[in-house]
């Protein structure tokens, strides 16, 4: 009698960049605009802040690609790896620090070269179903 063994799981998910995370950054520093003026310091030191915190949103601005999707990917032998666009997926490690919500997945991970990065995946990412296997298979995988 043989043991036939299934093939191993896998999940795969492309995703956009959450137009929502981006709405609540730039919110946030505008009011960390804001609150640079009604600090009690010297001028210039408000001057200081506030150009770090435009130049902070520019950035926001800059890096903010509605249009570039991402893929994350879970093999039963090879484990999560990771790619942006047509990028070849490399292999991540995902770090327990990851946190899972019912809006906002934040994975924290380490790539192949031992690097911290963070992918951020809101709920409007993707359709409600692949959200919610993502959020399945973060916690139970691993």
């Known amino acids: 009698m043989s043991v036939h063994q299934s093939d191993p799981y ?7 960049p959450s137009r929502g995370v981006f709405y ?3 919110v ?5 605009l804001f609150a640079c003026f009604l600090t009690e310091v010297a001028l210039i ?3 200081l802040i506030f150009m770090m915190v435009l130049v902070s949103l520019s950035r926001q601005f800059y890096i903010f690609k509605p249009q570039q999707w991402a893929q994350l990917k879970y093999s ?4 999560w790896s990771y790619g942006q666009g047509e990028q070849e997926l490399t ?13 906002l997945v934040i994975i924290h991970a380490l790539n192949e070269n031992q690097q911290w990065q963070a992918i951020v995946i809101g709920y409007d990412s993707l359709a409600d179903d692949p959200f919610r296997q993502l ?7 691993d």
């Open 45 to 47: 030191v408000k001057g």
């Open 28 to 32: 946030v520093h505008v009011l960390a």
């Open 76 to 79: 039963g032998v090879q484990g």
């Open 91 to 103: 292999p991540i490690t995902i770090l327990p620090s990851t946190v899972i919500t019912t809006r």
């Open 24 to 26: 609540v950054g730039i």
């Open 10 to 16: 896998s999940f795969l998910v492309k995703f956009y």
């Open 135 to 141: 959020r399945v298979n973060l916690k139970v995988l």
